[in-house]
């Protein structure tokens, strides 16, 4: 089937990865590489992480519940310190595909976010959560989990983006940095694209979309 839509995640994607973010924060305090993702995998629907993402908590008891979370694990880290590294800088070449591919296909993002910083890309930068809304504005549909009250990768989300659209999943592109949030898709028939890259990423959906970047 041809490509009809092209959709989004945000963060990772059109901006640089909150991962590089928790890494730096993690090699500052001594803390182990990779322990505040290893957090967040631990009950990945009913932990802190996923509660705030649905806005069942706000920014003051998550800052509590992760910190506890860590505690279990024998880390301290505030959970408001983790907020505070959520908000990356916009990659100006991805920010130019989608709007290449915006002249010739229908464009959606669904971003995973918390109700906190400004704007949603989370930001707790004014400048930065303007540039982020900016681009938000040209999306045709956007889902933000916070909003939605369903976060990725319940497979309803996706649905409701097609049901938004008026596409089938299988004229679909969906790009995202985390391969359990692209499992479902492909599932649904979506073409999918991990991104790993801000290069990798313009490589992989040139070749799924026809267009040069």
């Not at 009950?43 to 979370?69: G, M």
């Not at 991805?94 to 464009?107: D, I």
């Not at 040209?138 to 996706?158: L, M, N, T």
């Amino acid at each position: 089937m041809a490509v009809e839509a092209v959709l989004w995640d945000f963060g990772g994607v059109f901006t640089t990865s909150p991962f590089d973010a928790f890494n730096r924060y993690e090699r500052e305090r001594g803390l182990p590489v990779d322990v505040i993702r290893r957090i967040n995998s631990i009950n990945p629907d009913t932990n802190a992480w996923a509660r705030i993402e649905r806005s069942e908590v706000d920014a003051e008891t998550f800052d509590k519940l992760f910190q506890d979370e860590a505690s279990a694990l024998g880390h301290d880290i505030p959970g408001r310190d983790v907020l505070a590294l959520l908000s990356g800088d916009l990659r100006p070449a991805v920010v130019a595909a989608f709007f290449a591919c915006k002249a010739r296909f229908k464009v959606g993002c669904i971003t995973n976010n918390a109700p906190t910083g400004k704007g949603a890309g989370m930001s707790s930068s004014s400048d930065k959560a303007k540039q982020i809304a900016e681009v938000f504005a040209q999306f045709d549909h956007v889902i933000e989990s916070s909003k939605a009250g369903v976060r990725k990768p319940d497979p309803r989300i996706y649905a409701m983006m097609c049901e938004a659209l008026g596409v089938a999943p299988a004229a679909c592109v969906y790009l995202d940095d985390l391969g359990i949030n692209l499992k479902p898709a492909r599932e649904m028939g979506m073409t999918t694209i991990k991104v790993t890259s801000e290069a990798q990423l313009l490589a992989d959906l040139s070749r799924a979309v026809g267009i040069p970047f």
